[in-house]
């Protein structure tokens, strides 16, 4: 092999290896910024969670289900003696 | 000629283009030498930053996995001063709805940001969308939401930057906030919600949840029961706890009135005070059943020995005059405490003078319980050299003694816990420490089955349960008033356990200061008892 073909060789390597790590680069922070938007619908979506489970909690008043079980329906607190265990 | 003029001219050039090269490279050298650090900085500021990233505040629950603190969203609405498009606009509209902002923004009208409002009312969110300013802008930020308001005292709240105030946020804080981490990054030119590259300056640590003994459905039909006895009584105060004596677990404690934790700002401080461990009294007759534990266990009496309470309401013992509603003869001792008789059970004290100030130290009082709550009360037992020819005779039936309810929910439990030490908890953890036993078995089983004595035929008798084993006290206490005992101003306790087989209860329960006459801690706080009682029966399935 001659000299100008060495040359040749060496040059074409180094461009090689300089698209090599410019696609490397390239490719990290591709997947970086998707790993960025990952954690943004996931901090959104936990603070959608958050809201909803507030809402549902909201729901779950208990002083509002006892006021509707005693107002609406009728219903009083149980006592022991209403409660008879059943023979097995 | 033309040669010398050509040379002059090419020598004016090439001086003219050294200078320039001279001055090009003295700016090089200022810029990369002598003002380095500088330009460094400059250029770092410009796509470096620094982020602090806050761990969201952890979750609070209860024994069953029930929350009893989330986070949630508040609106803030915020303006620039600085950079204001429709300055009269925005002046115009802050005077009409908001003249407090206003009035900061005359003040600071040329800084970076200023808060309009914190913690928006869904009305004042419904003003500011109405007006569609574009220099008036929404902010979320963290707050806290609390499903379960009859935990108020015992959860407690956060402030507008969502720092633990009171109750368990406050007094866990650390951990339900976590450590920030502080981040150096590198910004990305396009677009503000990326960055190239991330370096942590300082660690942060994340937030961790809290688990709790108490049991949500519990601690609400508690509340209920207390709330509807200080409205029946209108009492000032009505307070009240559970606790398995076998380990400790707070599974209820309840203070009314409360507060409503999402209002904070217009609650008065004193309704967030959890008083089951804040507040100490002087908790009367229901400390005769520790008296009468120590001079058992001191052998200075036994259950049938006869004690001559002379039948009288009113004697003196030491020239010291003592008061007693239930006046009875020569009666066994064990009656002298079903029939709470404050004669009798100072006539035992006596025996045992100075040592009943150490077992009441040993059972607890006048000594904090550690319970993972902030502002715990310690409580006072007047020490023996304190002690006047009265103390003795006081102290054995619940004066010069004030004690938290959770002190005497913790000496009950002793004796439920058949004389070995408990310590009480709020935190569900899985640690468990070995008990010491600090009294014998027998004056243990002694006392046991005087109180169980005291529910059946003593002044517990409306505490008792058809087919439950109920060993309770009750007490009636007058208040303190300016240095005097005020007879019209009362204080009604019960404390007792309840058990069925292996299962276990203590119940403390206590109503402060009602205006009706003639109340008893047998017309009031053993009533309050066995409702609590019952609905923690049925609660528990104990059928």
Redesign the interface.
């Known amino acids: 092999m001659n000299r100008s073909k060495l040359i040749t060789l060496f040059i074409i390597l180094n461009v090689g290896l300089v698209i090599a790590r410019i696609h490397t680069h390239n490719r990290y ?1 591709q997947y ?2 998707k790993k ?2 990952h954690e ?1 619908t996931k901090e959104q979506l ?2 959608t969670k ?2 909803l ?2 809402q549902f ?2 729901l ?4 509002a289900i ?1 006021e509707f079980a005693q107002n609406e329906l009728h219903l009083h ?5 209403q ?1 008879q ?1 059943l023979p097995a | 000629m033309i040669d010398s003029e050509v040379k002059t001219r090419l020598g004016i050039v090439f001086f003219g283009f050294a200078l320039l090269y001279g001055i090009i490279m003295i700016n090089v050298a200022s810029v990369a030498i002598w003002h380095h650090s500088f330009f460094v900085h400059l250029g770092q500021k410009q796509y470096q930053t620094t982020h602090t990233f806050k761990p969201p505040r952890a979750t609070i629950f209860d024994r069953s996995g029930a929350p009893l603190a989330i986070n949630k969203d508040r609106l803030a609405a915020f303006i620039t001063p600085s950079k204001l498009e429709q300055r009269t606009a925005v002046h115009k509209f802050l005077a009409t709805h908001f003249p407090q902002a206003l009035e900061r923004l005359v003040a600071q009208h040329d800084t970076q940001f200023m808060y309009i409002t914190r913690n928006l009312s869904p009305e004042q969110i419904e003003l500011i969308t109405q007006v569609n300013l574009p220099d008036i802008k929404i902010l979320k930020e963290p707050s806290r939401f609390y499903p379960l308001l009859s935990a108020a005292s015992i959860v407690g709240f956060t402030d507008i930057d969502n720092n633990g105030l009171c109750g368990v946020e406050l007094y866990k804080n650390n951990v339900l906030s976590g450590v920030p981490q502080v981040c150096a990054l590198e910004k990305d030119a396009r677009s503000g919600y990326f960055h190239f590259k991330k370096e942590t300056k300082i660690s942060g640590k994340e937030s961790e949840p809290i688990a709790l003994t108490i049991d949500s459905d519990l601690q609400f039909l508690v509340a209920q029961e207390v709330a509807q006895a200080v409205t029946l009584y209108q009492a000032k105060l009505g307070l009240a706890i559970i606790m398995d004596p076998t380990n400790g677990h707070i599974l209820s404690m309840v203070t009314i009135p409360s507060f409503d934790p999402h209002n904070y700002q217009s609650t008065d401080p004193e309704l967030s005070k959890n008083r089951v461990v804040s507040d100490a009294y002087e908790l009367g007759s229901v400390i005769k059943v520790f008296a009468a534990l120590a001079a058992l266990e001191e052998g200075v009496v036994t259950a049938d020995e006869l004690i001559d309470c002379k039948n009288t309401k009113t004697t003196y013992i030491d020239g010291r005059k003592i008061n007693t509603v239930h006046p009875c003869g020569l009666v066994p001792f064990a009656d002298v405490i079903a029939k709470s008789n404050n004669i009798g059970t100072a006539i035992v004290a006596k025996r045992l003078g100075p040592k009943l100030y150490n077992y009441y130290i040993r059972l607890g009082f006048g000594q904090k319980t550690g319970i993972e709550l902030p502002g715990e009360h310690k409580g006072f037992v007047n020490p023996p050299e304190a002690w006047s020819k009265q103390s003795i005779i006081s102290l054995s039936y619940g004066y010069e003694i004030t004690a938290t309810v959770i002190q005497l929910a913790r000496a009950m439990s002793i004796i439920a816990n058949d004389g070995y030490d408990v310590i009480p908890t709020i935190s569900n953890s899985t640690e468990s420490h070995s008990p010491n036993r600090l009294f014998k078995q027998e004056p243990i089983e002694i006392i046991q089955q005087l109180l169980e004595q005291t529910t059946l035929v003593g002044t517990a008798k409306k505490a008792a349960i058809k087919g439950y084993k109920v060993m309770s006290k009750t007490g009636t206490t007058n208040l303190l008033v300016n240095g005097q005992y005020d007879s019209n101003k009362n204080m009604y306790t019960c404390s007792g356990i309840v058990q069925k087989g292996t299962y276990k209860r203590v119940i403390v329960c206590l109503i402060k200061e009602s205006p009706q006459g003639g109340l008893y801690a047998s017309t009031v706080a053993a009533p309050l008892f066995e409702k609590i009682a019952q609905r923690m029966l049925i609660h528990d399935k104990i059928i």
């Open positions: 922070m970086s910024y960025q938007r943004l936990i603070r958050q809201e489970t507030q909690l909201a779950k008043n208990r002083d006892k607190p149980i006592k022991l003696n409660i265990r």
